[in-house]
């Protein structure tokens, strides 16, 4: 379907594609300065100057995409398209493809120092703390980077969510390499989560049944001598395979929330504000209660280890402002904190509860949704 577009000696195309592909295109293209149509067109002159076959683009969920190529390059698409036995619209997803594939995401991280280490915690539960990791480390792989998301939630619940199997209590798991009680390495237990653009660049470590033993075991251990280095022990080995590892904490103020805090401090020799801790909170009083408790248990840290801990920045998750009075004060009481920031106000829709439902990453789900937005807001906040 073409219709001329004179001005540019161009005609439109109109194809079926998947969110998810529209939406990477689109960032890739802003973070590389380049029209979309100027993009489309390099991948098609590449598709079509390489004849060996390409993995196919799942093209689920196609809705409609338009853009402008030269004129006489869409037939000319449309033959090789033929002669290949490929239908158009798997084309020019083919193109797009391999035009993302070759034309990388410039924010990628310098790992002088391993890893960047995002903290996702609170003490209070039902803030949001598993959609919050999970939504910015899908956004951070859709930016082009390499994540790996940690289930640290003896509850499993991001595990569940993305539709896997929590360890059982004789599997090896991430409480047994921090205790010095499993064999093997612990990439062996990542798990590729493959929906999307996510493909090759994000995994998750998934959560254990074990683990609700662990403040109890980290008490005791001899595996480590000071029990705060167990997750990073544990995990030293993965951090040169990412940019980022995400971590999803438990709603608790013990020894393994300690390592968590302890993981994100700010290393010798990394910039400040590189890595740290995210808060998920709520716009009503518990959750400033909650956060007065990490916050006094992220400084007696800080205080007996001599690190720094960089608190990032609230979330406010769950906002509806049509609540009235005690949202919109408590919004604006997280907001005149100041240091840290509010980073995101996450609004309350029904995108992430039908993705939960339907065990599918939101960004993947619903990747044009407010919610999506707002976790792509985060990301674009950490990598800048």
């Keep these: 379907m073409t219709a001329p577009y004179a001005p540019e000696e161009r005609e439109k195309v109109v194809a079926k594609l998947p969110a998810s592909l529209r939406q990477e295109l689109k960032v890739r293209a802003a973070e590389l300065g380049v029209d979309i149509k100027d993009a489309v067109t390099e991948g098609v002159h590449a598709w079509r100057a390489d004849s060996a076959p390409r993995p196919t683009v799942d093209t689920s969920g196609a809705s409609s995409f338009s853009t402008y190529l ?20 798997q084309g020019i997803a083919q193109s797009i493809r391999l035009w993302l594939d070759t034309h990388r995401s410039p924010r990628r991280v310098p790992r002088t120092t391993g890893a960047r280490r995002l903290v996702i915690g609170n003490q209070k539960g039902g803030v949001g703390k598993t959609a919050i990791a ?26 569940v969510q993305l539709g896997n199997q929590m360890f059982g209590i004789e599997d090896p798991s991430l409480a047994k390499h921090m205790l010095g009680e ?120 800080i205080d007996d280890l001599d690190v720094e801990v960089a608190l990032l920045g609230f979330v406010v998750n769950m906002y509806d402002g049509r609540k009235g009075y005690i949202a919109t004060s408590s919004l604006n009481s997280w907001k005149e904190i100041g240091d840290p920031p509010v980073v995101a106000v996450i609004p309350e829709l029904k995108e992430q509860r039908e993705a939960v439902r339907l065990k599918q990453p939101l960004l993947y789900y619903a990747p044009e949704s407010e919610q999506s937005e707002a976790m792509r807001e985060i990301a674009r906040r950490i990598v800048v």
């Design 70 to 89: 030269p004129a006489g390059l869409y037939g000319e698409l449309k033959s090789d398209c033929k002669k290949r036995g490929v239908p158009f619209n």
């Design 134 to 159: 999970a939504g910015v480390a899908q956004s951070l792989a859709e930016l082009g980077h390499r994540v790996c998301l940690i289930d640290f939630d003896p509850q499993g619940h991001l595990t």
């Design 182 to 301: 499993a064999k093997g390495e612990l990439r062996e237990l990542l798990v590729p989560i493959e929906e999307g653009v996510f493909g090759g660049r994000l995994f998750l470590l998934p959560a254990c049944k074990d683990a609700f033993l662990l403040d109890a075991k980290l008490a005791t251990t001899r595996h480590v001598r000071v029990k705060e280095t167990a997750l990073e022990k544990a995990l030293e080995q993965l951090e040169q395979d990412f940019d980022f590892i995400v971590v999803d904490c438990p709603p608790s103020l013990g020894y393994s929330m300690d390592t968590a805090l302890y993981y994100s401090r700010t290393r010798e020799g990394e910039e400040p504000g590189t890595s740290g801790v995210y808060v998920p909170v709520l716009a009503e009083d518990s959750s400033a209660d909650a956060y007065d408790m990490l916050s006094d248990q992220i400084q007696d840290l």
